[in-house]
């Protein structure tokens, strides 16, 4: 079986995987990363996001042989010894979430947003969701949980 | 204790921090040892007989461990509910509908194997139009099996709604007919005679998901005692344990199920996944873990039917309503065991009083999927209906809106069209709330193609027993259990309950679901009644906590009950505060070998009778562009009784993600099918929910007219939201063209079209 | 939901990656936002997926009176290209900003949108408008395409198999010109029900329509009339009627929109 290489969350790892295997089944199944969700099968929700490289990416719509030799970033990479990332912290204060299924793909999704625009305006914050579907939460308390986190850094 | 500070503070929830870190464990997301995995062959002709099912190619897949048809599941129970036939036995109802399940060692395997499998049919006449299948000498929707569900008590989880009349109608109609209801009383003919205004429409909404981001899942093995563990994402453990139970015929105490956490649910996770899982896992003795992709998701689990409403009311001149007369043809797809047709013609009646009513729903069986439960079932499309029409009455009439709604809402001990009182409700207050907004001011002078519209709604609620325990630990913290599932935050709500109760910080107290082994007893989580049920166990499990605390208190501090205190974590005497002992010195001296006191733990049990509904108005702002038909939802605003809101952050959440499904039923949603009932929509790429550009700032007005059986006055405050934020949302868009569309959703070519005809 | 079987491999540069393309069923992988969604619907089941995305083709330069767009140019780098930041280039940014969304942009290539051919891809209608070329490479020969006859049919091009395109070629607009995009969205995929751009230029001014047709494409003479005669497409959603009713508005708002850019453009 192929091999593939990556660092994920700063440890490096080796993985054997298939051609097919999708990104998201390697961080959940053979890593145990189960914060990435799998929401939809069209790439449509966003459940899945991870960084790559920084850049947000839907890791269902991506092979895992394609990260070889890259480094991802999931949500349980995102505090750093035990300290929520700002925001982590901003969506916890500001009720970012309901059930959280949504949350992580969310939080990553916003993290490569602010780290190209420090305080977004709510119209930017809202295009930049296009890609992260929530069913709970009518999206405006994530939005102001991205605004406070961008304020804050 | 009459000190409440604790109740109505905004806290972050319980859980959000495990839910940011990624550390929550949802059902998909455990390991276990030995797993294999599952997954659906469906059905891809709408009415069929099976002739064959071949997994001969499946069973050459390496990798591939069983292909299990309905035979090979130990079924018990003969009916044709999804509980009792995961699989088709003979007859496929629906494209969609689950025919064989491939097992095997991977989910890559468990794909490869499933589309290898082969199937031959025999097709039937599809059922498919609703309205002809009713008339007699329709073609049958199910040819095989006779429909005599006992689907459990799947209904009356949904909503404390009764079913009218008897049914004394002559009508003529088919067997495609499931169930009639009947709600008449008073001289409809009369009223209508005396009415200064009439006003009639049909109204038809389409299947609509309820697009819980968590798609279906359960995990189920049989531990070596032989005890089956369903790990499952569902709304009710104790619901699904009932199911599982006797479509197996296993005793009750034989099944644990686990709810895990929730990825969103709205009604439509009850035990639909669970007999598959658990029919392989006891075929093949081992764990089988069934977690369906999107596209299987869409295709075979249990949306909200669609309805058409031929509705007719009257209203005298000064704005008192006369009669209203109704006729609600729901489609049921292929669920035999239950409908809509109840609470829809219930709600068609909105919160207002009627000289005369005469409402018929009727529930259909088509060669489509299983109806089931969204986020108050019937409600939006009643609301839909009946808003809209008064729109027009008041129009007819020259009256205000809101005037008009006002002279007529509900208010305690009105009797409903189900012939019941109505209980302490808000009606009143959630209409002079949000008439003070300033955007309803703004109705009257608005730019070119934009409109405000208004709407109200509501849910009656539900009731069911429950039973719930606090427990002090060694460390003087509470530990909560109940075994309600947590959809809509309801554990964030007991923590603060608990708090309160007890004399405790919300911090210092943990909740924990239970599952059916251990768990007291929990109805299921949804018809907006856990914080009102669940939550007065709770209540009255903490008060008897406290009465053991203080009974240890007071031999401790040699001081009487009575004149003591407990205020964040310390037991003291009221005037004497340095007299005290810590919840947690008193703790441990009950916790050890040879400690003197009982554990200091309370058990608490609800069973109110009483109903507590909740309303919610609702104002739209749309601007609509009349050269594309493309609606922009400019602004909103939701009023809504909550009884009382323990965490104003959460009654908000729930306040703005209902009306955003609401905006979604009006302008986006809908699955639609194929002239032979084939679902075309069966992904997010043509079915569209809405996403956070197409949603404005919602502004919440909390009103709290408290429940008087609710633990502070709270009570189920879920569905209400969604009822008629649709309805609102299409008057908007009628204000803002000069017509009206009487069908959801209102797609920019919908809009088009209508500006053109 | 979980692609048929595949192998992987990694293409070292061009002439390697043309080599591995030579097996029966390849499938170039560029950001893969094309092609995998259509893999995990098991609609596509090449038999190697050969990793084209490390290869040295993204960039995006002017040179020359040209613009040239690397195919492997993300959506994401062509939004923050220079180059693009001009009003005869605006509807190159207008259309990519609402190209998928900001995950999609991160990863999917300008070449790998030309060559899946979606037929309501919205960069192809820009793409005409501005008269791209594609510059072809195979190993038997370069060669060069002007879009709209590389765009064949839906999801079908005449780039040949063993072929891999290595430039998307557009002629710099003179002083004085604009471009725009307008375009309606199927509000669930994101696809355009109709998009229009337009070019207008001191002595011409041309248009393109997508998500109406088996290809995107050019309009031949006033915007108006071609229109009204040309071959529309509809569905249950949105009928032929009503996308031709929109495309009449969208071509409309795109030239007014392009006229303006043209003015403020000296």
Same mark, same amino acid.
């Given at each position: ?5 990556l660092?994920v ?6 993985l054997?995987?298939?051609?097919? @295997? ?31 490289d920084g850049?947000? *990416?839907k ?19 995102f ?10 912290r901003?969506f ?6 309901q ?11 916003a993290?490569d947003?602010?780290?190209r ?9 809202r295009?930049?969701l ?6 709970c939460?009518?999206y405006?308390a ?7 986190a961008g304020?804050a850094? | 204790?009459?000190d409440?500070?604790l ?11 495990? !839910? ?18 599952a ?5 891809t ?8 099912v071949?997994?001969e190619?499946a069973?050459?897949?390496?990798g ?5 048809t309905?035979s ?9 509910d ?11 109802v ?8 491939v ?8 794909e ?9 049919y025999?097709p ?18 199910r040819?095989v099996?006779a429909?005599?569900?006992?689907a459990?008590?799947?209904e ?8 009218g009349?008897?049914?004394?109608s002559e009508?003529q109609?088919?067997e495609n007919v499931?169930d ?7 001289d409809l003919?009369?009223a209508?005679?005396a009415?200064d205004?009439i006003?009639?429409? @049909? ?5 609509v ?5 968590e ?10 005692s ?6 499952t994402s569902t709304q ?13 015929d ?7 199920? *686990?709810?895990?956490?929730?990825g ?5 996770k009850f ?12 075929a ?5 873990r069934?977690v ?5 998701d ?5 949306p ?7 509705? !007719?009311l009257?209203a005298?001149?000064?704005?008192t ?5 109704g ?11 239950w409908?809509?047709?109840g609470?829809?013609?219930?709600l068609?009646?909105?919160?207002y009083?009627w000289?005369a009513?005469?409402l018929?729903?009727?529930?259909v069986q088509?060669n ?6 969204y ?5 939006? @499309?009643a609301?839909?209906a009946v ?14 809106p809101?005037e =008009?709604?006002? !002279?007529n ?6 009797l409903?069209v189900s ?5 302490t409700?808000?009606?009143v ?9 300033p ?8 730019p ?12 009656p ?28 935050g309801v ?11 007890f ?11 239970a ?13 907006? !009644?856990v ?6 166990a709770?209540l009255r499990?903490a008060?008897?906590?406290?009465e053991?605390l ?13 004149d003591l ?5 310390v037991?003291?005497?009221i005037?004497a ?8 010195e008193l703790?441990q001296?009950?916790l ?5 006191y009982?554990?200091i $733990?309370?058990h608490?049990?609800s069973?109110?009778?009483?109903g507590?509904?909740s309303?919610a108005?609702h104002?739209?702002?749309?601007r609509v562009?009349?050269?594309t038909?493309? *609606? ?16 104003p ?5 729930? =306040? ?9 039923w009006?302008l ?6 194929? $002239? ?5 929509t069966?992904s ?7 996403r ?8 919440t ?16 405050i ?11 949302v299409?008057?908007?868009v009628?204000a803002?063209?000069?017509t ?7 797609t920019p070519?919908?809009i088009?079209?209508?500006l053109?005809s | =939901?979980?692609?048929?079987?595949t ?8 002439d390697?990656?043309l080599? #591995?393309?030579?097996?029966e069923?390849?499938k170039?992988i ?12 098991r ?16 960039g995006?330069e002017?040179r ?9 140019t993300t ?5 923050r ?12 940014? $207008?259309?990519a900003?609402?190209?998928g ?7 999917g ?6 060559a899946?051919?979606?037929?309501a891809?919205d ?7 501005l ?13 060069e395409l002007?879009?709209?006859e590389?765009l064949v049919g ?8 063993t072929? #891999? ?6 002629? #710099?607009?003179p002083?004085?010109s ?11 995929s994101?696809f ?7 070019l ?5 001014e041309a248009?393109a329509?997508t998500g109406?047709?088996?290809?995107p494409?050019l309009?031949d003479?006033?915007p108006?009339?071609?229109i ?6 509809g569905d249950r959603?949105a009928s032929?009627?009503?996308?031709r009713?929109?495309a009449a ?15 403020e453009?000296?």
């Amino acid at each position: 079986m192929p091999e593939l290489s990556l660092v994920v969350n700063g440890e490096q790892h080796r993985l054997e995987v298939e051609g097919r @295997t999708l990104l998201v089944h390697a961080l959940r199944d053979e890593l145990g990363l189960t914060g990435a969700h799998i929401g939809c099968d069209t790439s449509q929700c966003g459940a899945c996001t991870v960084l790559l490289d920084g850049a947000a *990416v839907k890791s269902c719509t991506l092979l895992a042989l394609q990260a070889d030799g890259r480094e991802v970033t999931t949500i349980e990479g995102f505090a750093t010894d035990g300290e929520l990332h700002p925001l982590q912290r901003a969506f916890v204060d500001h009720h970012g979430l309901q059930c959280g299924f949504c949350t992580p793909g969310i939080i990553l999704t916003a993290a490569d947003l602010l780290s190209r625009t420090s305080s977004p305006s709510d119209d930017e914050i809202r295009q930049a969701l296009r890609g992260n579907l929530c069913r709970c939460t009518g999206y405006q308390a994530i939005v102001e949980s991205i605004r406070a986190a961008g304020a804050a850094t | 204790m009459s000190d409440t500070s604790l109740i109505g503070v905004a806290r972050p929830r319980v859980d959000a921090r495990e !839910k940011v870190t990624g550390a929550t464990r949802y059902a998909a997301d455990g390991y276990v040892h030995g797993l294999l995995h599952a997954r659906p062959v469906l059905a891809t002709e709408p009415h069929a007989r099976i002739l064959r099912v071949d997994g001969e190619a499946a069973l050459s897949i390496p990798g591939v461990v069983a292909v299990l048809t309905a035979s090979d599941l130990p079924i018990a129970s003969p009916g044709t509910d999804r509980t009792s036939e995961p699989l088709a036995r003979e007859e496929v109802v629906f494209a969609g509908q689950p025919i064989a399940l491939v097992v095997a060692e991977t989910e890559a395997a468990a794909e490869d194997g499933a589309e290898a499998v082969l199937v031959e049919y025999e097709p039937l006449e599809p059922v498919v139009d609703v309205e002809a299948a009713m008339r007699p000498g329709a073609a049958l929707a199910r040819v095989v099996e006779a429909s005599d569900d006992e689907a459990g008590d799947l209904e009356s989880i949904h909503a404390g709604v009764d079913h009218g009349q008897e049914d004394d109608s002559e009508e003529q109609l088919s067997e495609n007919v499931l169930d009639r209801v009947t709600r008449d009383r008073g001289d409809l003919e009369a009223a209508f005679a005396a009415s200064d205004a009439i006003v009639e429409g @049909t109204f038809r909404t389409p299947w609509v998901y309820q697009a819980y981001l968590e798609p279906q899942v359960c995990t189920a093995w049989l531990e070596p005692s032989g005890t089956l563990v369903v790990s499952t994402s569902t709304q009710g453990s104790f619901v699904t344990r009932r199911e599982l139970a006797r479509a197996f015929d296993i005793p009750l105490e034989d099944i644990r199920v *686990v709810a895990e956490p929730l990825g969103g649910a709205f009604g439509g996770k009850f035990a639909l996944v669970e007999p598959l899982a658990v029919g392989a896992a006891l075929a093949l003795e081992r764990p089988v873990r069934l977690v369906l992709t999107r596209g299987e998701d869409f295709q075979a689990t249990n949306p909200a039917s669609a309805q058409v409403t031929h509705l !007719k009311l009257g209203a005298r001149k000064d704005g008192t309503f006369t009669g209203i007369e109704g006729r609600l043809i729901v489609d049921r797809g292929s669920n035999a065991g239950w409908g809509v047709e109840g609470t829809s013609s219930l709600l068609v009646a909105g919160p207002y009083r009627w000289d005369a009513h005469d409402l018929r729903g009727y529930g259909v069986q088509t060669n489509r999927f299983t109806f089931g439960a969204y986020r108050a079932p019937g409600a939006p @499309t009643a609301a839909f209906a009946v808003e809209s029409l008064l729109d027009e009455l008041a129009a007819k009439l020259g009256l205000d809106p809101v005037e =008009m709604r006002l !002279k007529n809402a509900f208010v305690e001990g009105d009797l409903s069209v189900s012939g019941n009182p109505i209980p302490t409700i808000g009606a009143v207050e959630v209409l002079e709330r949000i008439r003070e907004h300033p955007l309803w001011a703004e109705r009257a002078a608005l730019p070119e193609g934009e409109g405000i519209g208004l709407a109200l709604g509501y849910w009656p609620g539900g009731n069911e027993p429950a039973a719930a325990v606090c427990r002090v630990n060694a460390d003087g913290s509470m530990t909560v259990v109940t075994a309600a599932a947590d959809m809509s935050g309801v554990n964030s709500a007991f923590a603060v309950i608990a708090a309160e109760a007890f004399g405790l910080s919300p911090d210092r107290i943990r909740v924990v679901t239970a599952d059916t082994s251990s768990g007291p007893y929990s109805g299921a989580s949804g018809g907006s !009644k856990v914080t009102y049920t669940v939550g007065a166990a709770v209540l009255r499990a903490a008060e008897s906590a406290r009465e053991k605390l203080l009974a240890a208190a007071s031999q401790e501090l040699e001081i009487a009950t009575n004149d003591l205190e407990v205020v964040d974590g310390v037991v003291r005497a009221i005037g004497a505060p340095d007299r005290s002992i810590t919840v947690e010195e008193l703790a441990q001296m009950a916790l050890r070998f040879g400690g003197r006191y009982e554990p200091i $733990e309370g058990h608490g049990g609800s069973a109110q009778t009483r109903g507590a509904p909740s309303v919610a108005a609702h104002i739209s702002h749309v601007r609509v562009d009349r050269e594309t038909g493309e *609606v922009e939802v400019l602004g909103h605003v939701i009023a809504q009784d909550v009884g009382r809101a323990l965490n104003p952050a959460l009654v908000e959440g729930q =306040m703005r993600g209902g009306t955003t499904q609401g905006i979604g039923w009006a302008l986006y949603e809908q699955l639609e099918h194929d $002239e032979d009932g084939r679902l075309l929509t069966g992904s997010f790429l043509d079915y569209a929910i809405p996403r956070a550009e197409n949603v404005p700032e919602i502004d919440t007005l909390i009103v709290e007219v408290p429940a008087p059986d609710g633990p502070y006055g709270a009570k189920g405050i879920g569905e209400a939201p969604v009822v008629a934020a649709p309805a609102a949302v299409a008057n908007a868009v009628a204000a803002a063209l000069g017509t009206r569309l009487y069908e959801l959703p209102m797609t920019p070519p919908r809009i088009w079209e209508a500006l053109r005809s | =939901m979980i692609p048929a079987p595949t192998r992987y491999a990694r293409a070292t540069d061009l002439d390697h990656a043309l080599e #591995l393309l030579e097996e029966e069923d390849a499938k170039a992988i560029a950001g893969g936002q094309s092609l995998l969604p259509v893999m995990k619907l098991r609609i596509a089941r090449p038999s190697v997926v050969v990793d084209i995305s490390r290869l040295d083709l993204r960039g995006v330069e002017a040179r020359e009176g040209e613009l040239h767009i690397g195919p492997l140019t993300t959506w994401a780098e062509l939004l923050r290209a220079e180059a693009v930041d001009r009003p005869s280039l605006a509807a190159i940014r $207008e259309c990519a900003q609402g190209i998928g969304d900001l995950q999609v942009r991160n990863l999917g290539t300008i070449g790998g949108s030309i060559a899946h051919a979606d037929p309501a891809s919205d960069m192809p209608a820009v793409l005409l408008a501005l008269g791209a070329r594609l510059h072809l490479r195979s190993p038997e020969r370069e060669r060069e395409l002007p879009l709209g006859e590389a765009l064949v049919g839906p999801f079908l091009t005449a780039i040949a198999a063993t072929e #891999l395109l290595t430039d998307v070629v557009v002629p #710099l607009p003179p002083a004085c010109s604009g471009s725009a995009y307008a375009s309606l969205e199927h509000p669930a995929s994101g696809f355009a029900l109709v998009g229009a751009a337009a070019l207008v230029e001191p002595d011409r001014e041309a248009v393109a329509l997508t998500g109406v047709g088996a290809t995107p494409f050019l309009l031949d003479g006033d915007p108006e009339q071609a229109i009204a005669g040309a071959e529309i497409y509809g569905d249950r959603f949105a009928s032929a009627e009503y996308r031709r009713g929109l495309a009449a508005v969208l071509a409309g708002r795109a030239l007014e929109s392009a006229r303006r850019r043209a003015r403020e453009d000296r």
